[in-house]
């Protein structure tokens, strides 16, 4: 175990929870969506610049990166605010990137492409954010806290017993580690389940947002490192101490959130 990595990543996640719970609890609706736009204008911001130095040839201009936020936030708005009309809103996104790419002079089809993706990857997890806010505070600070008991308890627990490489994307994760973080995170929420005040909130819906918690969050870490790898980079930036960018410590919750707003809705809640 690395002490002085350790307590630096544990004080570095101690700020970004007292941010992400400030905004999942701040009664105020508006402050949701003013979390979710700066996850999302951070994370794009990161995804454009990993992609650069993944992509031989790709470059992104100013210009180019100030229109695809402003068509994040767009996109965002429409998503939230907008759904009855959704495809009113959303329909300009891929015509207003897509049609100035392929018409000018230098065809730059491939940064359009680039940047189609990076919206869907950041703006369709940050707006099933805000959903899952407006349906209920405790969804995503359940799934955020499972996310970080998954991340924290893999990480402790591959540093004490991890011998068995998980997967060459990531050589540092193991499947000790893994199965340590998801057996602790699964066990949490049982007991979660089991004294949870909400009793609206059945222990199945707890169970579901810890397995999805687990498998969908390691896939999102996953995801993030093989860019991280293309990129030839340790991280996707560098504003948050012992954990690199915002990329490096959303990747698990953006995969995780539309399985998790879905999986919801099964339930009907």
Not at 2 to 25: D, Q
Not at 29 to 50: D, K, N, S
Not at 95 to 119: N, W, Y
Not at 228 to 241: E, F, Q, T, W, Y
Request: aromatic share 12%.
């Amino acid at each position: 175990m690395n002490w002085p990595v350790f307590f630096k990543r544990t004080a570095s996640a101690l700020v970004y929870a007292a941010i992400m719970l400030t905004g999942l609890l701040y009664p105020d609706p508006y402050a949701i969506i003013v979390l979710a736009l700066l996850i999302q204008f951070l994370c794009l911001r990161e995804f454009l610049t990993l992609m650069e130095q993944a992509i031989p040839g790709l470059r992104f201009s100013v210009r180019f990166r100030e229109g695809v936020q402003l068509l994040g936030l767009w996109s965002l708005i429409g998503l939230i605010f907008f759904q009855t009309h959704l495809a009113f809103m959303l329909l300009p996104v891929p015509l207003l990137i897509l049609l100035p790419a392929v018409l000018s002079k230098q065809s730059r089809l491939k940064e359009a492409c680039v940047a189609l993706a990076g919206l869907l990857y950041v703006c369709l997890p940050m707006a099933s954010l805000v959903t899952m806010r407006g349906l209920s505070y405790t969804l995503p600070v359940a799934l955020v806290l499972m996310i970080w008991v998954n991340d924290t308890m893999a990480y402790i627990t591959g540093s004490f017993f991890g011998k068995t490489p998980f997967s060459p994307i990531s050589p540092k994760k193991t499947w000790e580690g893994t199965i340590g973080g998801a057996l602790f995170t699964l066990a949490g929420a049982a007991v979660w389940a089991y004294y949870s005040p909400f009793s609206q909130l059945h222990w199945p819906v707890w169970m579901g947002l810890a397995v999805i918690a687990v498998v969908a969050g390691t896939a999102g870490d996953l995801l993030a490192s093989k860019l991280k790898r293309l990129a030839k980079v340790k991280d996707s930036g560098n504003i948050m101490p012992g954990h690199g960018g915002a990329l490096d410590r959303f990747d698990s919750l953006l995969a995780a959130l539309p399985f998790a707003l879905c999986f919801i809705a099964w339930f009907g809640l």
